[in-house]
């Protein structure tokens, strides 16, 4: 009686759309658009109903809406029609670039008086943005749950299910009141990288939905699925706000001087290099000592175990810091650049003066494989800032190299790593 009441609830709960979020792709974005000023939303006028609606589903519809279908593609692979990028991410750059493709012809199209299209290339990035933030969509290489399901054994009832469908699906309604979309950038190239890591944010926020989630599912308890699926969503919505305020803001050309101002630097310690690879560090690829070689942002682990702030001697006295990154030795963290927008970078780079007081590490800032700034500290010694020009680079390396006897001891921080325009 209560596989036969649980099987009429499931069979209930899953809308016939099987990719993505599903149904949910359309409250996202409608919950995105509904925070939109006023005059953005005038400027879209009937397209804007278009996106909630229709424009947000494009990539699964590349099969039956063929009119539709050349939003989804791109000149470099014309012969794919379904487009696997757009819903699950691989590597930094390669998602990236899809990023600032499906921008960039959005904002050209907005300058160009090509409205409709402009808002079917929106209507892209929102699934794209909306996939990658889908808490079926976040777990690497286990698209069915088939792996997860192993180390969270289901419910009789649902011991024959694939979750992906169950995990995402559903049918709510997202609002974000009240939140203000911000700009990603001034360009295309800078507001698609900073994209990427607000994306990168809601990734790690829908991972925190899925296994609660997959355990309402056994309860049989839709209260608790929705809950946890709002958390996922409502996030995904602030991404696709700023994503679709930044396209109309720049190819308007309505940009405040306040919101440019904004982005004249960004401090990136709280930024996922390429080594993290599906937004972790591979513990094959990390292991040293201290920290076990696992970098972290924002604090340092003594011993392994007790998270501590930022610490480093500045001047006549030691200060913390909230942006920063804690790192292993021989270990490097590697970011991407986008073309043209910033000039420098700058770090302070030192040792925990109290961890780190018999340690004895070489900082080196790499660009493109070129080293353009080196130190060696020793833990007494005062944190010191290193300044370059990246004007032309396209990756930034931050390497740490032990020069002592004490490797244990080798508590080394990036503080305030930041990148600066012109």
Same mark, same amino acid.
């Given at each position: 009686m209560r596989q036969a009441a649980f099987a009429t609830f499931f069979a209930l709960w899953i809308p016939s759309l099987a990719f993505g979020w599903g149904q949910p792709h359309h409250a996202i974005t409608r +919950?995105?658009?509904?925070?939109?000023?006023?005059?953005?939303?005038?400027?879209? +006028?009937?397209?804007?109903?278009?996106? !909630? $609606?229709?424009?947000?589903?494009?990539?699964?519809?590349?099969?039956? $809406?063929?009119e539709n279908a050349k939003y989804a593609k791109m000149e470099s692979v014309p012969n794919e029609v379904y487009l696997k990028i757009l819903?699950?991410?691989?590597?930094?750059?390669?998602?990236?670039?899809?990023?600032?493709?499906?921008?960039?012809?959005a904002v050209a199209a907005w300058r160009e008086g090509r409205q409709g299209d402009a808002a079917r290339y929106m209507g892209t990035m929102c699934h794209q943005i909306e996939d990658y933030g889908s808490p079926a969509h976040v777990v690497p290489g286990d698209n069915m749950f088939t792996l997860m399901q192993q180390l969270l054994p289901p419910s009789e009832a649902m011991k024959d299910q694939l979750m992906h469908g169950p995990i995402e699906n !559903? $049918?709510?309604?997202?609002?974000?009141?009240?939140?203000?979309?911000?700009?990603? +950038?001034?360009?295309?190239?800078?507001?698609?990288?900073?994209?990427?890591?607000?994306?990168?944010?809601?990734i790690i926020n829908s991972r925190s939905t899925t296994v609660p989630i997959m355990q309402a599912l056994y309860r049989e308890d839709k209260e608790g699925v929705v809950k946890h699926q709002l958390r996922a969503a409502e996030m995904d919505a602030k991404v696709v706000a700023d994503a679709m305020y930044t396209?109309?803001?720049? !190819?308007?050309?309505?940009?405040e001087q306040g919101e440019a101002q904004s982005c004249k630097e960004v401090q990136i310690g709280e930024f996922f290099p390429v080594e993290a690879a599906s937004l972790y560090y591979p513990q094959s690829e990390f292991f040293s000592a201290p920290n076990w070689g696992h970098a972290r942002s924002g604090v340092i682990l003594a011993g392994g175990n007790k998270a501590m702030p930022l610490e480093l001697c500045v001047g006549s006295g030691n200060q913390e810091f909230k942006n920063g990154i804690s790192a292993g030795m021989g270990k490097a963290l590697t970011f991407l650049l986008p073309k043209d927008v910033y000039a420098r970078f700058r770090v302070l780079a030192g040792l925990h003066p109290e961890l780190g007081a018999k340690g004895r590490v070489e900082f080196t800032v790499s660009g493109d494989g070129k080293?353009?700034?080196?130190?060696?500290?020793? +833990?007494? $010694?005062?944190?010191q800032m290193l300044e370059c020009d990246v004007s032309s680079v396209t990756e930034l390396r931050l390497g740490l190299t032990s020069r002592g006897v004490d490797a244990k001891?080798?508590?080394?921080?990036?503080?305030e790593p930041t990148l600066v325009k012109p």
């Amino acid at each position: 009686m209560r596989q036969a009441a649980f099987a009429t609830f499931f069979a209930l709960w899953i809308p016939s759309l099987a990719f993505g979020w599903g149904q949910p792709h359309h409250a996202i974005t409608r +919950g995105a658009l509904e925070v939109l000023p006023a005059w953005q939303k005038e400027a879209l +006028g009937g397209e804007l109903k278009q996106l !909630g $609606d229709s424009y947000c589903m494009i990539p699964d519809n590349v099969f039956t $809406d063929k009119e539709n279908a050349k939003y989804a593609k791109m000149e470099s692979v014309p012969n794919e029609v379904y487009l696997k990028i757009l819903h699950v991410p691989t590597q930094q750059a390669e998602y990236h670039e899809v990023m600032r493709y499906f921008m960039e012809k959005a904002v050209a199209a907005w300058r160009e008086g090509r409205q409709g299209d402009a808002a079917r290339y929106m209507g892209t990035m929102c699934h794209q943005i909306e996939d990658y933030g889908s808490p079926a969509h976040v777990v690497p290489g286990d698209n069915m749950f088939t792996l997860m399901q192993q180390l969270l054994p289901p419910s009789e009832a649902m011991k024959d299910q694939l979750m992906h469908g169950p995990i995402e699906n !559903g $049918d709510f309604t997202v609002s974000i009141e009240g939140y203000k979309p911000a700009l990603l +950038g001034t360009t295309v190239n800078e507001a698609a990288w900073r994209l990427m890591h607000r994306v990168h944010e809601e990734i790690i926020n829908s991972r925190s939905t899925t296994v609660p989630i997959m355990q309402a599912l056994y309860r049989e308890d839709k209260e608790g699925v929705v809950k946890h699926q709002l958390r996922a969503a409502e996030m995904d919505a602030k991404v696709v706000a700023d994503a679709m305020y930044t396209v109309m803001c720049l !190819g308007t050309g309505k940009v405040e001087q306040g919101e440019a101002q904004s982005c004249k630097e960004v401090q990136i310690g709280e930024f996922f290099p390429v080594e993290a690879a599906s937004l972790y560090y591979p513990q094959s690829e990390f292991f040293s000592a201290p920290n076990w070689g696992h970098a972290r942002s924002g604090v340092i682990l003594a011993g392994g175990n007790k998270a501590m702030p930022l610490e480093l001697c500045v001047g006549s006295g030691n200060q913390e810091f909230k942006n920063g990154i804690s790192a292993g030795m021989g270990k490097a963290l590697t970011f991407l650049l986008p073309k043209d927008v910033y000039a420098r970078f700058r770090v302070l780079a030192g040792l925990h003066p109290e961890l780190g007081a018999k340690g004895r590490v070489e900082f080196t800032v790499s660009g493109d494989g070129k080293v353009l700034a080196s130190v060696t500290l020793n +833990g007494t $010694d005062n944190a010191q800032m290193l300044e370059c020009d990246v004007s032309s680079v396209t990756e930034l390396r931050l390497g740490l190299t032990s020069r002592g006897v004490d490797a244990k001891s080798n508590y080394a921080i990036w503080a305030e790593p930041t990148l600066v325009k012109p």
